[in-house]
C-alpha cells in the first residue's frame, strides 16, 4: 500500500480492475489504486488471486480497508468507484462500500457496444449497425456528456427516434436501451456534473502495461520469480513516485474562462444544452453522410 492516510482522506475515488499474462499458473492480478490532481495514476494495492469474481474482490476491498482502519486507524470510505461493467466487482463494491456511487469506465462501455456490433448475428442488421457504428459511437458521447438525469433521457429520445429512422435493429436499440440507459442507475457511465476526475480506466490500464514491459518484459513468469519482480516493483515504484501528492487542480486559464462563461449563459438554458448537443450531432451526421455519398 502506497498512499498515505493524508493523501487517502483527501481523494474520494479509486479505481479497480484485473490483470492476466503475468503468471505461468494463470493467475491474475487484481489493482487499485488512485490519481493525484494532474491524473497520474497512484497504487494503492494489489493481489494476486487465483480467480476474478466476487468473492475475490470482496476479499481484496476488506483486506485493503481493514489494513487502513489497523495501520493509520483510518476508516476508508470512498464517495466514487471506476471501473469496467463486471458483475463481480460491482457486487463487492455494493457490500464493502455500499454508499460508494460506482461509474462504468466510458471507455469499456463504448467496446462492449462496438464488439456487440460485430458478433451481431443477423449478417443484414450487422451491415447496417457497422455502416452507422459513426453514428453510434456519437450518440455515446453526447450521451456520456449529460450532466442530469434529465438530460440523459431526453438526449436518449431524440437519438432513439434518429436511429430508428436510420434503420437500426429494433433489437440492437432495445439492448443499448437495457444494457446502458435503464441500467445506468446501477452502472452510470454519464458524467453527472462528476468533474475534476477521469470515469476511464485509461491510468490503471498504463499501469498494467508498465508492470509487464518493465518488469516482466512480456513474459510470464513463475509465483516465486512474480513476488521477487513485485517486491522490487513496488519499492521502485514507490521511489519513483514519492513527489508530493497534488492536491489541487492545476486547470489552465482557458478552462477557467470557459466555465465562467458557462456560469454567465446558465440562465439561458441548464448547463448542458440538449439542444446543443444535438445540433451538434446533427452537423456530424451530415458530414459523416457526406463522406459516405463522395465514397460512393
Not at 479505481?15 to 497512484?42: C, M, Q, W
Not at 432513439?160 to 435493429?169: A, F, G, R, T
Request: hydrophobic share 40%.
Amino acid at each position: 500500500m502506497l498512499l498515505s492516510k493524508k493523501d487517502l482522506m483527501e481523494k474520494a475515488i479509486f479505481y479497480t480492475d484485473a490483470t492476466y499474462k503475468l503468471l505461468l499458473n494463470g493467475f491474475s492480478v487484481l489493482t487499485l489504486g488512485t490519481e493525484n490532481s494532474n491524473h497520474n495514476f497512484r497504487l494503492i494495492a494489489l493481489a494476486i488471486s487465483a480467480h476474478e469474481n466476487t468473492s475475490s474482490f470482496n476479499r481484496f476491498f476488506s483486506r485493503v480497508k481493514v489494513s487502513l482502519q489497523s495501520y493509520f486507524s483510518f476508516n476508508w470510505k470512498p464517495n466514487f468507484v471506476v471501473s469496467d461493467a463486471a458483475d463481480s466487482i460491482l457486487l463487492a463494491i455494493e457490500k464493502v462500500f455500499p454508499t460508494a456511487q460506482h461509474f462504468r469506465c466510458f471507455f469499456h462501455a463504448v467496446k462492449a457496444a462496438r464488439e456487440k456490433t460485430i458478433r451481431w448475428k443477423d449478417k443484414n442488421e450487422k451491415e447496417t449497425l457497422k455502416g452507422n457504428w459513426g453514428y453510434i459511437n456519437y450518440a455515446m458521447k453526447l450521451l456520456h456528456r449529460t450532466c442530469s438525469e434529465e438530460e440523459f433521457r431526453s438526449l436518449w429520445d431524440l437519438v432513439s427516434q434518429d436511429w430508428k429512422q436510420k434503420k437500426l435493429s429494433d433489437s440492437f436499440i432495445k439492448y443499448f436501451q437495457k444494457n446502458f440507459i435503464n441500467n445506468c442507475q446501477k452502472q452510470r457511465w454519464n458524467r453527472m456534473l462528476k468533474f475534476g476526475f477521469n470515469l476511464t480506466n485509461n491510468s490503471i490500464e498504463r499501469f498494467h502495461c508498465d508492470i509487464k514491459d518493465t518488469f516482466t518484459e512480456r513474459k510470464k513468469l513463475k509465483l516465486t520469480e512474480f513476488l521477487l519482480k513485485l517486491s522490487k516493483m513496488v519499492r521502485d515504484y514507490s521511489i519513483d513516485h514519492s513527489d508530493e501528492f497534488c492536491l489541487e487542480h492545476n486547470i489552465p486559464l482557458n478552462i477557467w474562462r470557459h466555465a465562467l462563461h458557462l456560469l454567465k449563459e446558465k440562465s439561458k438554458g441548464p448547463f448542458y444544452d440538449i439542444r446543443e448537443g444535438m445540433s451538434l450531432f446533427i452537423k456530424k451526421k451530415r458530414s459523416l453522410d457526406l463522406f459516405e455519398s463522395r465514397k460512393r
